[in-house]
Antibody, heavy 119, light 108 residues
Framework: EVQLVESGGDLLQPGGSLRLSCAASGFTFSDYWMHWVRQAPGEGLVWVSRISIDGRNTRYADSVKGRVTISRDNAKNTLYLQMNSLRAEDTAIYYC????????????WGQGTLVTVSS | SYVLTQPPSVSVAPGQTATITCGGNNIGVKSVHWYQQKPGQAPVLVVYDNSDRPSGIPERFSGSNSGNTATLTISRVEAGDEADYFCQVWDVSSDHWVFGGGTKLTVL
């Protein structure tokens, strides 16, 4: 069974930093592109970032570019999102998602981890 | 950047057919994917590549895409289908994944 379990969410002050983790199991992690998607309270889904199989190819949404770094450790079956210079508008549930092979869809999602940025 | 437009809400009686649209410039040349999200839960992929269903998704869920509009159709709607539905595409020009704003489906 495919499982994606996020952790690392917290309450932080503006300007703070945080690293989110996503532990993957039930599939060959190193065979899949991975993404982070976020959802502010009561709002819609917003794509944040994606990373290629080997970690060499990454992309970021304009709203986080320069402040966020996606990475992965295929030996540990773990996806990461390093977030710096956090702003109130970064407050959201952050979901780890798997890119479906042969498609641009996202076929499995974790339950999410909540990041709250507030003074 | 590419923009996807969905109606904020759609209402339908049980047993009827729900139609949720997703508008975008020449969206018919893109592959559109649909997600269902129930309150307090993570999204679930219900249709991918315009009209394909992942395993475990009922045949009642179907999709189409042409011109400037993609459509998710839910036949014989049940109370358990009440949820938010989001469309999504990959924008080749920016290499970004893009979501529509979401549609709240209410089963009357």
């Amino acid at each position: 069974e495919v499982q994606l379990v996020e952790s690392g969410g917290d309450l932080l002050q503006p300007g703070g930093s945080l690293r989110l983790s996503c532990a993957a199991s039930g599939f060959t992690f190193s065979d899949y592109w991975m993404h982070w998607v976020r959802q502010a309270p009561g709002e819609g889904l917003v794509w944040v970032s994606r990373i290629s199989i080997d970690g060499r190819n990454t992309r970021y949404a304009d709203s986080v570019k320069g402040r966020v770094t996606i990475s992965r450790d295929n030996a540990k079956n773990t996806l990461y999102l390093q977030m710096n210079s956090l702003r109130a508008e970064d407050t959201a549930i952050y979901y780890c998602t798997r890119g479906r092979r042969g498609s641009n869809s996202l076929d499995y999602w974790g339950q999410g981890t909540l990041v709250t940025v507030s003074s | 950047s590419y923009v996807l437009t969905q109606p904020p809400s759609v209402s339908v009686a049980p047993g009827q057919t729900a139609t949720i649209t997703c508008g975008g410039n020449n969206i018919g040349v893109k592959s559109v994917h649909w997600y269902q999200q129930k309150p307090g839960q993570a999204p679930v992929l219900v249709v991918y590549d315009n009209s394909d269903r992942p395993s475990g998704i009922p045949e009642r869920f179907s999709g189409s895409n042409s011109g400037n509009t993609a459509t998710l159709t839910i036949s014989r709607v049940e109370a358990g289908d009440e949820a938010d539905y989001f469309c999504q595409v990959w924008d080749v020009s920016s290499d970004h994944w893009v979501f529509g704003g979401g549609t709240k489906l209410t089963v009357l």
